[in-house]
């Protein structure tokens, strides 16, 4: 007869089940609460800095040139972007030349993109991996999300490389970069999260998400200025929380006015959507193992 032990509060309960004199050791899911348990993601820790080197090593394993394809896609898109908006559209870049403009825009749009692309499809992709163990599932695309600021890292080396170019000097708004950086992290884990878990159950989700970061971009300032967006809307405009992560990177890098409001928004849209996202991976984790 199954004689379940008692386990502190938070933690996974253990149930002991004695077949032929022998003890199997059965660890589940803690029941209860709104929000994933973070102290159980703490005493996983190990498993998220596996996987994330995993996860690194694998999405440039036998390519020509490695991790060097963190640096390509931005300045790629840089130049489309300079030849089409600059050069044809001739939009205004707030007094900065615009290739270096739109770069500084790249880096977290392309950290962001990728990092909710990555998160979006980690159970599916690590579907042996859930069957046959348990931990707790956010880690996966936490590792996902992890993963992928060291091509963050890589841009911006580039980025300063730029400044020194254009003759651009570095400002003490430097210091804030990381605070950006953690809200664009909030969004993907939120979003990523979210889309992960909906994607285990409906398949359709994968077509989706292309689309998604497609369309995103052009409602994020990567390629324009937000003096483009009228007045009256930018609050709406704001509500996409790479606006203020975007404009917060060109106040830092090159000393432009801040936008406090819409920083102040985005970051408060970045916090909603990490809690919805985490809220709806907690109600389908338990699920996962029986449906992907």
């Avoid at 640096?71 to 559209?89: C, E, G």
């Amino acid at each position: 007869m199954d004689e379940p032990k008692a386990s502190p509060a938070g933690h996974e309960p253990v149930i002991d089940r004695r077949a032929n004199g022998s003890i199997v050791t059965v660890n589940e899911p803690s029941r209860g609460g709104l929000l994933p348990d973070l102290r159980a993601l703490v005493r996983a820790r190990e498993v998220l800095y596996f996987l994330t080197w995993r996860d690194v090593k694998v999405r440039y394993k036998q390519t020509a040139i490695g991790a060097a394809w963190a640096i390509l896609q931005p300045l790629v898109a840089m130049l489309i972007f300079t030849l089409v908006f600059s050069r044809l559209a001739k939009l205004p870049s707030e007094g900065i030349p615009y290739p270096i403009f739109v770069y500084c825009a790249l880096v977290p749009w392309t950290y962001f993109s990728t990092a909710l692309t990555q998160s979006s499809g980690s159970l599916i992709q690590n579907e042996r991996l859930i069957t046959r163990v348990y931990f707790p599932r956010l880690i996966i695309p936490l590792a996902s999300v992890c993963g992928v600021v060291i091509d963050l890292g890589l841009a911006s080396v580039v980025l300063v490389a730029m400044m020194f170019a254009y003759g651009i000097s570095a400002s003490l708004g430097l210091i804030w970069v990381p605070a950006f950086v953690l809200i664009a992290s909030a969004a993907a884990i939120g979003i990523g999260s979210m889309l992960a878990a909906l994607n285990v159950r409906y398949r359709d989700v994968r077509y989706v998400i292309p689309l998604l970061v497609q369309l995103w971009i052009f409602i994020t300032p990567v390629a324009y200025s937000t003096s483009l967006v009228p007045g009256r809307w930018r609050w709406v405009y704001a509500l996409n929380p790479m606006v203020g992560v975007v404009q917060g990177f060109r106040w830092a890098f090159f000393g432009s006015s801040l936008p406090g409001r819409d920083i102040a928004i985005s970051t408060l849209s970045a916090v909603v959507l990490l809690i919805a996202g985490l809220i709806v991976f907690g109600r389908m984790e338990d699920t996962f193992a029986d449906e992907i």
